[in-house]
Nanobody, 123 residues
Framework: EVQLVESGGGLVQAGGSLRLSCKASGFTFADYVIGWFRQAPGKEREYVAAISWSFGVTEYVDSVSGRFTISRDTAKNTGYLQMSSLEPEDTAVYYC????????????????WGQGTQVTVSS
C-alpha cells in the first residue's frame, strides 16, 4: 500500500520559513513525480511545485517561484518543500502527492495523496 505522510506545517509570521516533509512508502515504481498542492478555505486545490524523483527536475507555480524550494532525499524516500518569505496568502492545507505519469500541474495525474498539513501565516 502506497503511503504519503506529510509533516512540518504550523503557524508562522509573515516573512518566516517552514519546511514541509513528505515521507513515501509502499511502492516500487521505477520513476515518478512528487507534487505539492495547497488548498485554502473556499478555494480549489492549487498546484505549487513538483520534482521528478530520478533526475530532480523541478517546476514551480509563478506565485512561489524564488520563495519555495522543492527537493528530495532518495535515500530517505522523502520529499521536501522549503518555504521562505511566507505571506498570509500562502495560508492553506498543503498536500503532497505521487504520480507515475501525466501532467505535473494537473491534480488528476496524481494517484496517491497524503493527509495534508496546515500552514498558517499571520500578518
Amino acid at each position: 500500500e502506497v503511503q504519503l505522510v506529510e509533516s512540518g506545517g504550523g503557524l508562522v509570521q509573515a516573512g518566516g520559513s517552514l519546511r514541509l516533509s513528505c515521507k513515501a512508502s509502499g511502492f516500487t515504481f521505477a520513476d515518478y513525480v512528487i507534487g505539492w498542492f495547497r488548498q485554502a478555505p473556499g478555494k480549489e486545490r492549487e498546484y505549487v511545485a513538483a520534482i521528478s524523483w530520478s533526475f530532480g527536475v523541478t517546476e514551480y507555480v509563478d506565485s512561489v517561484s524564488g520563495r519555495f524550494t522543492i527537493s528530495r532525499d532518495t535515500a530517505k524516500n522523502t520529499g521536501y518543500l522549503q518555504m521562505s518569505s511566507l505571506e498570509p496568502e500562502d495560508t492553506a492545507v498543503y498536500y503532497c502527492a505521487l504520480s507515475e505519469v501525466g501532467t505535473w500541474r494537473d491534480p488528476s495525474s496524481y494517484d496517491y495523496w497524503g493527509q495534508g498539513t496546515q500552514v498558517t501565516v499571520s500578518s
